[in-house]
């Protein structure tokens, strides 16, 4: 064990000292991962960003099915029982002639003339039941029950739904859609891209230090010492270019934070966004150091067997 140790230690030192004597060609390679990472971290914090958004805006859409006034209490608790029992309906609420009267009040308490129009004539708001549906995608049901005849002899106007709200909900899922598709095709291009600048830096050093291989072969070092270094040096562009990148979403946060803190950038809610990174910075930079780990072994892998010709043991 503790020779196993020994040699553990060995290749790393060694794949250390690698790093610090190619770190000219560490450079170009990190700086393509720096650019793939940068894409796949900004690419989750919009997901995240857009499907609060969505959930946001679900929130306040609804419909409304406005019961004449001759509508009686227990035929409007009758209708309310049916319509939970529906099952694209998550909640049910009644408000009575009164209610939805002050609701409109509060509402339009900036317009003083039409509160005072509203006023000086009976209550003419009708009673109100809101529905909120389960599957904004799948609302069909609840209109195919409130376009009953007997359903809709109790209302005094068609039911209202908020469309806007769901045209918002429906631009913002295509965007969100599009720039999945964007951000799927940007890493894997970056990622191979990566992996092949990585794979031509450690073929360099192999080339390098082909001499020094040799001699190792020579002495009975086994493939993982001598595979190892290379290895480890390829991680630790991965790591450090995992750090960079989040460094550099950081300071994008950091820069924009006075200015876009409360506000948006088109669709995307940069406040949001910023305390999302924010809270999950751990979970996001254990992310980032796993893919870039992954890349650089992966890479490293693929040019030791390629080009040292190594049987795997």
């Known amino acids: 064990m503790k020779r196993r140790l020994i040699t553990f230690w060995r290749i790393i030192r060694t794949g250390i000292v690698n790093f610090l004597r190619n770190i000219s060609l560490a450079i170009a390679a990190m700086a393509i991962m720096v650019v793939t990472l940068t894409i796949v971290l900004f690419s989750i914090i ?22 004449n006034d001759s509508t009686t209490q227990s035929q409007a608790n009758r209708l309310i029982g049916e319509l939970k029992s529906l099952p694209n309906v998550e909640s049910v609420q009644y408000l009575s002639k009164a209610q939805a009267l002050k609701i409109y009040e509060q509402e339009n308490a900036s317009n003083q003339q039409l509160i005072q129009a509203v006023n000086e004539t009976s209550n003419p708001l009708p009673a109100t039941i809101i529905i909120k549906p389960v599957n904004l995608n799948n609302i069909q049901s609840i209109k195919d029950f409130l376009s009953k ?7 005094s ?6 469309g806007q709200e769901k045209e918002a909900i429906d631009r913002i899922t295509h965007a969100t859609n599009v720039l999945q598709e964007m951000g799927v095709v940007a890493v894997a291009i970056f990622a191979f891209v990566s992996v092949l600048i990585i794979f031509n830096t450690i073929q360099m ?13 020579l002495l009975g070092a086994g493939t993982w010492f001598i595979r190892g270094p290379f290895i480890v040096e390829s991680i630790i562009y991965g790591m450090l270019s995992a750090a960079i990148s989040v460094l550099i979403i950081n300071a994008s946060f950091q820069a924009s934070a006075g200015a876009l803190q409360a506000s948006s950038l088109g669709l995307l809610d940069i406040g949001y966004a910023n305390r999302f990174f924010n809270q999950r910075f751990i979970e ?21 067997r390629r080009y040292l010709k190594f049987k795997t043991r």
């Open 284 to 304: 996001l930079l254990l992310v980032e150091l796993g893919l870039g780990i992954v890349i650089g072994a992966v890479s490293s892998l693929i040019a030791t």
């Open 149 to 155: 005849p007997a359903i809709s002899k109790l209302q």
């Open 205 to 217: 050093a192999i080339f390098n230090r082909r001499d020094e291989i040799h001699i190792m072969r």
């Open 46 to 67: 919009v997901n995240f960003t857009f499907s609060h958004t969505i959930s946001q805006i679900t929130s306040k859409i609804n419909i409304s099915v406005f019961l």
């Open 157 to 162: 106007d068609p039911p209202s739904y908020s």
